[in-house]
């Protein structure tokens, strides 16, 4: 099944957003008071008040409880706002001077006597401070179990050094990258081709190969790449496609993957130009449904991406390693045989086969620590990697080849595999 090649098409910007004006409001003089309009300025939020508006606090007429406001006294009192407010601030200014010359006896039986009966009672019996402040026990100060942090090993610290970076997460990444190892266990995949009666391990084989070329051209992230192909197998896993459907199927996961992990994604339109207006805008749009709801809205699945960057830091890897483990785990991505494997275990098994390699060592306990996984549990995919690797290539499928054979990537593509003995003799470590 040929899927057609396009550029990625013209994007237009949109307009500037126009600046809000705020309307101004003039202000009426009303004696020494300023009266301010009732009705708020154009686009202005709506007024809310905690107990009372202290722009409005001398209009306020405050009725206590039992006390009956008499009829005729309000708008006398409304009137007479002004003097009101006069009168309270002498009354402030003289009890200011009073506290400042009187006594500290003198202030101490001046507040009691302000007080209510309740609070003035609570004054004479209270005990001292000291005895009030119940001595705290250990037990009670005692985390409980299940929410005690867990304490890393100074020598397999690898996230003290961002202690500064807050995008980097130091406090919680271990803690971040254990839950997606739980998570994994919920997204385990069973080789689905016996449930597609249209489509063959070939087909998907051709579909990856295009959607890395679509990722080279819209320019997304790998992280976007590797959630689509994801989506897309979780998708076949449960729904029957037929093969005429199966690039709406891959375009409509990478349009979706692409609103999850991209800060500007591609349009609808972008992916019907690439599918060469094979598929309408409709069709799109409820595949898009279609994949969501067969997959319950619950698309943040763990991938292998996200794992082998966590576990290549763990041993100071530099670009070109890493690069190397990164195309081994691309090219992963097209076997069927390899579905089935979590994500985090796969990304093990690609590093530890750039490690060796590039004869930086084998599998480290900091690399046992932080992934989980010895030496021998990566074995069985270390050597399903290999025999893939060691196939002679498909010129169908060229994409991923030519990609990490560029320049950028160091041309790690070109770059001989490791013999098979020093492979062996590593994983029995």
């Known amino acids: 099944m040929p899927f057609p090649k396009g550029k990625k098409p013209t994007v237009t910007v949109g307009s500037k957003i126009p600046k809000l004006c705020a309307t101004k409001t003039e202000n ?7 009266k301010r309009s009732s009705s708020p300025p154009h686009g202005a939020p709506k007024k809310r008040t905690a107990f009372i508006d202290i722009t409005n606090a001398h209009k306020v007429q405050i009725s206590l409880p039992g006390k009956k406001r008499e009829p005729g006294k309000s708008a006398g009192k409304k009137t007479s706002s002004t003097s009101v407010s006069l009168k309270k601030q002498a009354n402030l200014k ?19 006597e302000e007080r209510p009966c309740e609070e003035a009672a ?18 009670a100060c005692e985390v409980p179990a299940h929410l ?18 807050s995008y980097m997460c130091p406090e919680y990444a271990k803690d971040i990258f254990d839950y997606l190892k739980e998570r ?15 489509l063959n391990p070939e087909m998907r084989a051709i579909l990856i190969d295009w959607l890395v070329e679509v990722q080279e051209n ?19 896993s449960q729904t029957p496609v037929h093969r005429e459907m199966l690039q709406l199927v891959g375009s409509t996961a990478m349009l979706i993957a692409s609103k999850f ?3 500007s994604p591609p349009c609808v339109d972008d992916f019907l130009y690439i599918c060469d207006d094979a598929y309408k805008r409709e069709e799109l749009i409820s595949m898009e449904a279609s994949i969501l709801q067969t997959l319950s809205f619950d698309i943040n699945i763990p991938i292998p991406y996200r794992f082998l960057r966590r576990y290549a830091k763990c041993v100071s890897a530099g670009m070109d390693t890493l690069t190397l483990a990164r195309y081994y785990c691309e090219m992963s991505l097209m076997e069927m045989d390899l579905v089935q494997e979590r994500g985090s275990l796969l990304a093990s098994a690609c590093l530890l086969m750039a490690l060796v390699s590039k004869e930086l060592g084998g599998w480290s306990p900091i690399l046992q620590f932080h992934s989980g996984y010895q030496a021998s549990d990566l074995a069985p995919v270390v050597k ?3 025999v893939m690797l060691l196939a002679p290539p498909d010129d169908k499928l060229r994409a991923i080849r030519n990609k990490y054979s560029h320049k950028v990537f160091f041309e790690v593509a070109s770059l001989p595999l490791v013999n098979i003995d020093i492979l062996e003799k590593v994983l029995l470590q």
């Open 28 to 34: 009426q003089e009303e004696g020494p008071q300023v």
């Open 148 to 165: 005690q942090r867990q304490q890393i090993p100074e020598e397999f610290d690898i996230d003290s050094e961002n202690s500064e970076d």
């Open 384 to 386: 399903r990697l290999y």
């Open 94 to 112: 003289k009890s200011s001077s009073v506290s400042s010359e009187g006594t500290t006896a003198e202030k101490e039986k001046t507040a009691v």
């Open 184 to 198: 994994e266990e919920k997204f385990v995949l069973c080789n689905y081709m016996p449930k597609q009666p249209s």
């Open 261 to 263: 992990e991209e800060r």
């Open 218 to 236: 819209f320019e997304l992230y790998h992280e976007t790449l590797y959630l689509a192909v994801k989506m897309t197998d979780h998708y076949l």
């Open 122 to 139: 609570q004054t004479d019996v209270a005990a001292p401070v000291e005895e009030l402040v119940a001595p705290t026990s250990t037990a």
